[in-house]
């Protein structure tokens, strides 16, 4: 089974840009979290799609946004990029029954802004 | 925030010894689960502690829970350079999940 896979893999922005990014979960997997990671703050959750719908939002501003399509993909825009937001984005997906609890990650979208 | 801290920040060690890192973390829990990280990669799950278990192993790993005290462990034994990398813990408050800021790992041949 094909693992979980986000593009692009690297990304160069200046400030006010926008960005999107994409993840594929594996096949099968309806939740899809994202998570951002830098070397000050670590990992923090920035939302979680279930089924289209977003179930859970970390403590993120507005400029962070995302959605998932009918097939579980999904996507993250962040809009007026600051510096700030350079960072390694993670998504990861899990199963819709017992083991749900379990993230399976991908490599990650590394996001420099300039 | 239940955002675990996890101790000590770095551990170096020589292969075959052991490596033992901490987590503790804030709230209540439904499980806590423990995650590795190769250089800037995406995470990777190793194990899962419900809250009503105390102990789990799965092959070199071992993990504990003390939900009293709000912490568990996780044990690696006879390392190797190939276990070189960041250990997460992380908790879940209901499909939102809180790392941990990790451990950096260096096993050293």
């Known amino acids: 089974k094909a693992g979980v896979t986000q593009t692009p893999r690297y990304l160069i922005k200046t400030r006010g840009q926008q960005v999107t990014l994409s993840c594929s979960p594996i096949?099968?997997?309806?939740?899809v979290s994202w998570y951002q990671q830098t070397p000050g703050q670590g990992l923090q959750f920035l939302f979680e799609?279930?089924?289209?719908?977003?179930?859970n939002k970390g403590n993120f501003p507005g400029r962070f946004s995302g959605r998932q399509f009918s097939n579980s993909r999904s996507e993250m825009n962040v809009s007026t990029l600051e510096l700030g937001d350079s960072a390694l984005y993670l998504c990861?997906?899990?199963?819709?029954?017992?083991?749900?609890?379990?993230?399976?990650f991908g490599p990650g979208t590394r996001l420099l802004v300039l | 925030s239940q955002q675990g801290e996890e101790d000590p920040q770095a551990l170096s060690i020589q292969e075959g010894e052991n490596a033992t890192m901490n987590c503790s973390y804030k709230?209540?829990?439904?499980?806590l689960q423990w995650y590795r990280q190769n250089s800037g990669r995406g995470l990777v799950h190793l194990i899962l502690i419900r809250s009503n278990e105390r102990e789990k192993h799965s092959g070199r790993l071992r993990v504990t829970l003390d939900t009293s005290k709000k912490s568990s462990s996780l044990l690696i034994t006879a390392s190797r350079a190939a276990d070189t990398a960041s250990y997460f813990c992380a908790t879940d408050d209901f499909n939102k999940f809180y790392f941990g800021s990790g451990t950096k790992l260096n096993v050293k041949p």
């Open positions: 799609y279930f089924s289209e719908t977003q179930r």
């Open positions: 709230t209540s829990i439904n499980n």
């Open positions: 096949s099968g997997h309806r939740s």
């Open positions: 990861a997906s899990s199963r819709p029954d017992r083991d749900q609890e379990t993230q399976y």
